[in-house]
């Protein structure tokens, strides 16, 4: 700051040898406006800190340092975008933080992975002052007087929960306030807009009744329904069937770019009448459907939203840490506040601004609260999977043991119950009883 300010005054100096006092007063004119232009934004997101809905450092301290959160500094970390001196300079006074994994890992130790993801968000927002887990509206509130950065958790991917209501209900337990339904592949149960993976291929059940009432069930427990990386048909039926409003965590806008992770203006539409949100994906790929954006192409998916659906509708959900090209001038948490000067120069007041910077969340967190608050009389789901949604080696199926005299197992009853284990089972058995006979 204070060297570019001599730099500029050195430079003031050239000029008025060179061209006279007319240059310089424009100049000078114009370096004030600059500056009192981001005072302004200083302001503003001093009274109305970020609520960002998507980051993936979690999945970073993986990647890098395999969860070890004693070989890192928070403060100051050199090969991610975010850290939390950036927060700080970013004005990100609360972060949804993706327990994320990978694909690869459903049918297999999906869940296993995503606890340990749950605990080493856990861990960091415990060991930082700076942080603090925040698990309802009001906490976020709460976080925001004591000045701390509230750190929530959303599961993105529905693989995580390996088409378990009872899982789901315990991820809720451990702080999980937000779930994707998919990530870039289908589960058994909803549909990604990612072709990536072959699994659990469909024609036009997008949502089945089990995920119906995966969604029923995040409404009772009061867990935020995220529809980002679901196909759009998926994305149609959660609208319809949930009873609190939805978001899209971190898309963007498929009319400004036809990516297929971004959403069409008829879901906006909806996503306005249901009163939900789509929170602004700043990756350079959906926002200028290239390798390379800047700040311009990002505004653009604002203005375009707030048209379609109004500025009710609209969050910011940088998702960085999840992606590698990021638009120029938005390359990091601490960039947020160019993003709020140029929607400003494009005209959006400060109110519609401060919506966009927290109210709008919390509008629909309260909202989920208060759908969750009227369900309080309605008991856990049991609904279960049907077996032949979710066949797969890995799945241990418990069942009542057979009547006496009828040991004998089917190929498919053996099926069910894990071949090998059972085979291998059978196997030390036969030879243990002619051990003894021998
Ligand atoms: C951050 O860490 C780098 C090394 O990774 C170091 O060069 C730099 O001085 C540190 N910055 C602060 C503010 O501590
Ligand atoms: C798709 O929908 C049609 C009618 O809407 C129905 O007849 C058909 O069985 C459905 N297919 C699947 C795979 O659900
Ligand atoms: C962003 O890039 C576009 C070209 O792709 C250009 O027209 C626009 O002026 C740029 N905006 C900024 C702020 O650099
Ligand atoms: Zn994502």
Same mark, same amino acid.
């Given at each position: 700051?204070?060297s570019?300010?001599?730099?500029?005054?050195a430079?003031?100096?050239?000029?008025?040898?060179?061209f006279?006092?007319?240059?310089?007063?424009?100049?000078?004119? +114009?370096?004030?406006?600059?500056?009192?232009?981001?005072?302004?934004?200083?302001?503003?997101?001093?009274?109305?800190?970020l609520?960002?809905?998507?980051?993936d450092?979690?999945?970073? @301290?993986?990647?890098?340092?395999?969860?070890r959160?004693?070989q890192?500094d928070?403060?100051?970390?050199?090969?991610?975008?975010?850290?939390?001196?950036?927060?700080?300079?970013?004005?990100?006074?609360?972060q949804?933080?993706?327990?994320?994994?990978? +694909?690869?890992?459903q049918?297999?130790?999906?869940?296993?992975?995503?606890?340990?993801?749950?605990?080493?968000?856990?861990?960091?927002?415990?060991?930082?002052?700076?942080?603090e @887990?925040?698990?309802?509206?009001?906490?976020?509130?709460?976080?925001?007087?004591?000045?701390?950065?509230?750190?929530?958790?959303?599961?993105?991917?529905?693989?995580s929960?390996?088409s378990?209501?009872?899982?789901?209900?315990?991820?809720y337990?451990l702080?999980?306030?937000?779930?994707?339904?998919?990530?870039? +592949?289908?589960?058994?149960?909803?549909?990604?807009?990612?072709?990536?993976?072959d699994?659990?291929?469909?024609?036009?059940?997008?949502?089945?009744?089990?995920?119906?009432?995966?969604?029923?069930?995040?409404?009772?427990?009061?867990?935020i329904?995220?529809?980002?990386?679901?196909s759009?048909?998926?994305a149609?039926?959660?609208?319809?069937?949930?009873?609190?409003?939805?978001?899209?965590?971190?898309?963007?806008?498929?009319?400004?770019?036809g990516?297929?992770?971004?959403?069409?203006?008829?879901?906006?539409l909806?996503?306005?009448?249901q =009163?939900? @949100?789509?929170?602004?994906?700043?990756?350079?790929?959906f926002?200028?459907?290239?390798?390379?954006?800047n700040?311009?192409?990002?505004?653009?998916?604002?203005?375009?939203?707030k048209q379609?659906?109004?500025?009710?509708?609209?969050?910011?959900?940088?998702?960085?840490?999840?992606?590698?090209?990021?638009?120029?001038?938005?390359?990091?948490?601490?960039?947020?506040?160019a993003?709020?000067?140029?929607?400003?120069?494009?005209?959006?007041?400060?109110?519609?601004?401060?919506?966009?910077?927290?109210?709008?969340?919390?509008r629909?967190?309260?909202?989920?609260?208060?759908? =969750?608050?009227?369900?309080?009389?309605?008991?856990?789901?049991?609904v279960?999977?049907?077996?032949?949604?979710?066949?797969?080696? +890995?799945?241990?199926?418990?069942r009542?043991?057979s009547?006496?005299?009828?040991?004998?197992?089917?190929?498919?009853?053996?099926?069910?119950h894990?071949?090998?284990?059972?085979?291998?089972?059978?196997?030390?058995? =036969?030879?243990?009883?002619?051990?003894?006979?021998?």
């Open positions: 700051m204070l570019r300010k001599s730099v500029t005054a430079s003031a100096g050239f000029w008025m040898k060179s006279g006092p007319l240059v310089v007063l424009s100049s000078l004119f +114009c370096l004030t406006s600059g500056s009192s232009e981001r005072d302004r934004v200083h302001d503003l997101m001093s009274r109305f800190p609520i960002d809905g998507h980051n450092l979690a999945l970073q @301290l993986r990647i890098l340092h395999n969860n959160l004693s890192v928070l403060y100051n970390l050199s090969k991610v975008s975010t850290d939390i001196t950036r927060l700080h300079a970013g004005h990100v006074q609360a949804m933080f993706a327990v994320y994994v990978l +694909c690869g890992a049918q297999k130790d999906a869940v296993r992975l995503t606890l340990e993801q749950i605990d080493v968000v856990r861990r960091m927002c415990s060991e930082y002052q700076d942080f @887990l925040v698990t309802s509206a009001q906490g976020l509130r709460d976080s925001a007087m004591r000045r701390k950065i509230a750190c929530l958790i959303s599961v993105e991917g529905g693989h929960i390996d378990s209501l009872a899982a789901l209900r315990m991820f337990r702080g999980v306030r937000s779930m994707s339904l998919t990530h870039t +592949c289908n589960t058994p149960w909803a549909e990604s807009s990612s072709k990536l993976y699994v659990y291929r469909r024609q036009n059940d997008s949502l089945t009744a089990f995920g119906k009432a995966v969604v029923e069930e995040m409404n009772r427990v009061g867990m329904v995220d529809l980002s990386h679901t759009w048909d998926t149609s039926a959660a609208l319809q069937h949930s009873k609190a409003p939805v978001i899209f965590s971190h898309s963007s806008s498929f009319s400004v770019c990516h297929g992770r971004n959403v069409p203006d008829r879901l906006l909806d996503l306005k009448q =009163r939900g @949100l789509i929170m602004v994906n700043f990756h350079s790929n926002v200028s459907c290239s390798d390379e954006a700040i311009s192409h990002v505004a653009d998916h604002f203005d375009h939203i379609v659906a109004g500025a009710e509708s609209v969050g910011v959900g940088g998702d960085f840490d999840g992606a590698v090209n990021f638009p120029l001038g938005l390359e990091d948490v601490s960039k947020y506040p993003l709020i000067q140029e929607l400003l120069r494009r005209n959006w007041t400060e109110s519609e601004l401060a919506d966009v910077l927290r109210h709008n969340f919390l629909v967190f309260e909202e989920v609260e208060r759908v =969750r608050d009227q369900l309080s009389s309605t008991r856990p789901s049991e279960q999977i049907p077996l032949e949604e979710v066949q797969n080696p +890995c799945r241990l199926v418990l009542p043991p009547p006496r005299g009828s040991s004998h197992l089917s190929p498919s009853s053996r099926a069910q894990g071949p090998r284990g059972l085979l291998l089972l059978a196997v030390v058995l =036969r030879l243990s009883s002619r051990l003894v006979i021998e």
